[in-house]
């Protein structure tokens, strides 16, 4: 009798360890399961989307001054440069240089086409409020270049 309880006591003590045993190797699956997924999803996201499917980044400016090299040529040759160049340019007007975007800015037809709903500039649409505004700091900071 006193033979058999210590059996079974030895018993329940196997089976607690299996059932550690199983938790850590289910903690290990999970952990392991975790960390593929987590690598697969990012090499998928990397490599499913084509570069020209990412729409360039609007041009932000984190507390930085507004410049016409840093904020507004990129701008201008995204979404103008298109129609607005070249020896033939849309409207005769030409944007291709410092002087030729200031001089539209400083008439105000830029900023008023640009900020126009109706009759917008780029024509295909309203560009974001973000990249209008950075017009408005450029001539507020007195039309810098560099
Ligand atoms: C798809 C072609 C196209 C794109 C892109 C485009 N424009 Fe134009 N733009 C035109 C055409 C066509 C006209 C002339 C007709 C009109 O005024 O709507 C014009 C006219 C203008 C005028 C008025 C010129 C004047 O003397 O009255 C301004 C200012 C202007 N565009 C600015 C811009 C700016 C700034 C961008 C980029 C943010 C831009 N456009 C992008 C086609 C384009």
Known sequence: MGDE???GSLKAEMSIFKILMMKKTAIVY?????FF???I???CTKGF??????????PTNPGGTVTYQTHISSVISNSCIGCHGG???EGNLLL?????VRSATENGTLIQRINDATDPMPTSGLLPAQTRA???EWVQNGYLEN
């Open 30 to 34: 999970f952990l392991l399961l975790t």
């Open 49 to 58: 989307i084509p570069e020209d499917d990412i729409t360039p980044n609007p």
């Open 5 to 7: 309880s210590s059996h």
């Open 134 to 136: 950075l017009f408005d």
């Open 96 to 100: 291709e240089s410092y002087t030729q």
């Open 37 to 39: 997924t987590a690598t």
């Open 41 to 43: 999803l990012t090499s």
């Open 87 to 89: 020896s033939n340019p």
